[in-house]
């Protein structure tokens, strides 16, 4: 693969040759096309998770991240930059019954957050597939000893699986393939939104029989692609 850099410059030089040479003939310069593109990817998720049965436990939240970055050609494909991540919203509650009665966990004392992990864009099937994981953590947090991973979004071109679990087979509702129209073929904004429910409910091997794992959440995914109006390679973290 090339420098994305490089083929922008090339790229850049033969648009400024032929509008040269158009205006050089009496004609009207013509816009080049966008040779970059800005991404805005906004995941919403709502979820809930228990352990059911005896001196249950359960817990609900909530959370939004935003994650900015670019996408620049290389060669037939494309390279993905990343700007930066941010966890706008995260907000979890967590209640446990024990021998001392109903134990409440809130936001501020959870202790853990999700994490958001953006690696790559692929060209194939005619569209551009996007990978992104949703790194999960142990529940319930008020009882560590029965604790279960909680599985969070992740899209369909990832291949992660956390505790060897196929996030795909548990998919109720809805598809996580987040697949992006090719930018090169419009000078226009494009806005995709995807939604999918995710529900898990499984015994617990080795360990009470009357115990049960509930997980389940909702996710909402949002890209916006943008023409960027200078076209030039940005700095950032590039992935692809």
Not at 128 to 137: A, D, M, S
Request: include cysteine; hydrophobic fraction near 40%; glycine fraction near 10%.
């Amino acid at each position: 693969m090339r420098p994305a850099a490089k083929i922008l410059k090339a790229g850049a030089a033969v648009c400024l040759l032929s509008a040269a040479v158009f205006l050089a003939s009496g004609g009207a310069a013509l816009p080049c096309p966008p040779q970059a593109w800005d991404i805005r990817m906004t995941i919403t998720v709502q979820g809930e998770y228990a352990l059911e049965g005896r001196d249950g436990a359960s817990g609900r939240y909530g959370m939004r991240f935003v994650w900015r970055g670019g996408l620049e050609p290389d060669d037939e494909d494309y390279v993905l930059i990343h700007h930066g991540t941010k966890l706008e919203e995260w907000r979890v509650e967590e209640s446990a019954a024990g021998p001392d009665g109903i134990r409440l966990l809130t936001t501020r004392d959870y202790g853990v957050k999700p994490e958001l992990g953006v690696a790559y864009i692929l060209r194939k099937d005619g569209g551009l597939h996007l990978n992104f994981l949703i790194r999960g953590f142990e529940v319930p947090r008020s009882r560590p000893s029965e604790a279960f991973y909680l599985h969070l979004p992740a899209s369909a071109e990832n291949t992660d699986r956390p505790e060897g679990l196929n996030y795909a087979l548990f998919l109720q509702k809805g598809s996580n393939a987040i697949v992006l129209d090719d930018p090169a073929a419009s000078r226009k904004t494009q806005e995709k939104s995807f939604h999918w429910t995710w529900f898990r409910r499984s015994g617990v091997l080795g360990r009470d029989p009357a115990l049960f794992q509930m997980n389940r959440h909702e996710a909402d995914v949002t890209v916006v692609v943008t023409p960027r109006a200078d076209s030039g390679p940005r700095t950032g973290q590039a992935r692809g």
